[in-house]
Every structure is written in structure tokens, then in C-alpha cells.
């Protein structure tokens, strides 16, 4: 791991992250960047925001985007926020807002 960037308690589900972070996982930063730029996902800004913030980290330690890559990306799920909703007969129900922990490492490319 050369670089790395995290965002902690973003209010989206972490499986729609998912959808997102599969598609760039592995790849280089120019076409990550690429791909962030085409995709139609609300989590898509979020995303590239952590991903800017690693590949800043790397310049400063001397590298540049051509020399790196994607190596491990992960949503993991943070804490739920306990919310109810007002039901049939007087009753509630819950509703739990999930949260996310995004991860983002970057690696030099080995040719």
C-alpha cells in the first residue's frame, strides 16, 4: 500500500457502493477516473471525492498517476440509524438508515 484515503459514516447503503466500487476495483486511476466520470450512481460522487483524496496523498509522497492503481477498495457497513415510520392501526415500524466506511488503497503498478 502506497496510499491511502477514508471516508467514515457516508449516508448511503453500503450495497449501493458496491455496485460502484466493483466496476473500478484493479484498475489504474486514469480509467477509474474514466469509469467513475460515465456511470449513473448517486454514490459515484463520493466515491471519486475519497478517490482524489488518495491519489493526493500519493503525490505527496512523490508519485504520480500514471504509477498507480487501484489495489483494495472496500464499503463495509457502518452504524444504523434507528428511525420509525407511522403505520396502519396506530402502530410504527422501524427504518434503518444505513451507513458506509469506504477504504480506498493505492499501489504502485509492477510491470
Known amino acids: ?10 449516508r448511503v447503503s453500503p450495497t449501493k457502493v458496491r455496485q460502484v466500487i466493483d466496476l473500478i476495483r484493479g484498475k489504474d486511476i486514469n480509467s ?25 496523498n500519493a503525490k505527496q509522497k512523490g508519485l504520480s498517476e500514471e504509477q ?28 434503518s438508515k444505513k451507513t458506509t466506511h469506504l477504504t480506498i488503497e493505492l499501489d504502485l503498478i509492477t510491470k
Open 1 to 10: 500500500m502506497i496510499a491511502q484515503a477514508k471516508a467514515r459514516y457516508m
Open 68 to 95: 498507480l492503481f487501484v489495489s483494495k477498495i472496500r464499503a463495509d457497513q457502518g452504524p444504523s440509524w434507528r428511525r420509525y415510520r407511522s403505520a396502519a392501526f396506530g402502530r410504527a415500524t422501524p427504518i
Open 32 to 56: 477509474s477516473i474514466a469509469i467513475l466520470a460515465h456511470v449513473n450512481k448517486g454514490s459515484k460522487g463520493m466515491i471519486t471525492k475519497v478517490l482524489d483524496s488518495a491519489i493526493s
